[in-house]
C-alpha cells in the first residue's frame, strides 16, 4: 500500500524487525522522510535517541484494522497500553493545541 507513494514521498517502515533505533534514527537523521509507519514502542524509542522529530508532524494515523484473529491496536491490551503511554507522553499536548491531528481508520 506504500509502495506508490514511495514514487515521490519518502516513506520509512520504522519497525523492530527492519533495523536497531541507533541504525534507524541514524537513517532519519540523514534522510528527508515524510511518512513513518511504526509501532507506538518504536516511535518513543526514536523520539528518546533523537531519530524522529515531531516539530513539523501534522497527522498520526491509527490503523485499526483487525487481522485474521481480530486482534487491532487497540483491542489488544499490551499494545493498546503502550498506544495510549505514547499518547499520553508525546503526542496529548499537540493534540490539544491543534498542532497534530489524530485520526482513526
Not at 520504522?14 to 537523521?29: E, N, R, Y
Not at 531519530?51 to 485499526?64: P, S
Amino acid at each position: 500500500m506504500l509502495a506508490p507513494f514511495n514514487q515521490h514521498i519518502r516513506v520509512a517502515k520504522l519497525f523492530a524487525k527492519h533495523m536497531k533505533v541507533g541504525q534507524q534514527a541514524d537513517f532519519l537523521a540523514k534522510q528527508d522522510v515524510r511518512i513513518g509507519c511504526g509501532t507506538p514502542n518504536r516511535l518513543q524509542a526514536l523520539i528518546e535517541h533523537s531519530g524522529l522529530k515531531l516539530d513539523r508532524l501534522k497527522f498520526v494515523v491509527v490503523d485499526t484494522w483487525q487481522n485474521v484473529k481480530g486482534y487491532s491496536v487497540l483491542s489488544q491490551p499490551q499494545i493498546a497500553g503502550d498506544f495510549f503511554k505514547f499518547y499520553s507522553k508525546t503526542l496529548h499536548e499537540r493534540v490539544q493545541s491543534g498542532e497534530t491531528k489524530l485520526c482513526f481508520f
